[in-house]
């Protein structure tokens, strides 16, 4: 694995703060909508090994990841949704991964609950309940 760091182009639609500061430090950074066929050319998607999508609009996130396989049909694309359905459809948009935060706090909070219970005695017998949300 080499120094990867001089390939990275990110993109900063919520803090043009941040694209100054990061250009100063010698960074690539576009400010923008990565769901904006501009912003992506400025990034180098043409060119680009990778794109990695991490947005806080899931919507927003389906959008580029359907965008990027358009303007690059080799690219792998690494996208974060909030929820499962979202990242169907990402991967449908042309997604090759994505993190579901959902299923990554779910995996998290069940080892540190099963953690935090292998040493108490009174819990090593039974297994701890599960707490579904409920339709009401």
């Not at 990841?65 to 358009?70: N, S, V, W, Y």
């Amino acid at each position: 694995q080499g120094d990867w760091s001089s390939d990275v182009c990110s993109s900063d639609l919520l803090n043009p703060r941040t694209v100054q500061k990061q250009t100063l430090l010698g960074r690539s950074i576009v400010y923008g909508n990565v769901t904006s066929p501009e912003v992506l050319e400025s990034a180098g998607i043409h060119d680009a090994a990778c794109i990695v999508i991490t947005v806080p609009s899931d919507e927003a996130a389906v959008a580029a990841c359907r965008l990027a396989r358009h303007m690059n049909k080799e690219i792998l694309i690494a996208a974060r949704t909030g929820f499962l359905s979202h990242a169907i459809r990402a991967k449908e948009a042309g997604a090759t991964i994505c993190v579901v935060e959902e299923v990554v706090t779910a995996h998290s909070l069940a080892g540190d609950v099963l953690a935090a219970l292998k040493d108490r005695p009174e819990t090593a017998a039974s297994p701890p309940a599960a707490v579904t949300p409920s339709d009401s």
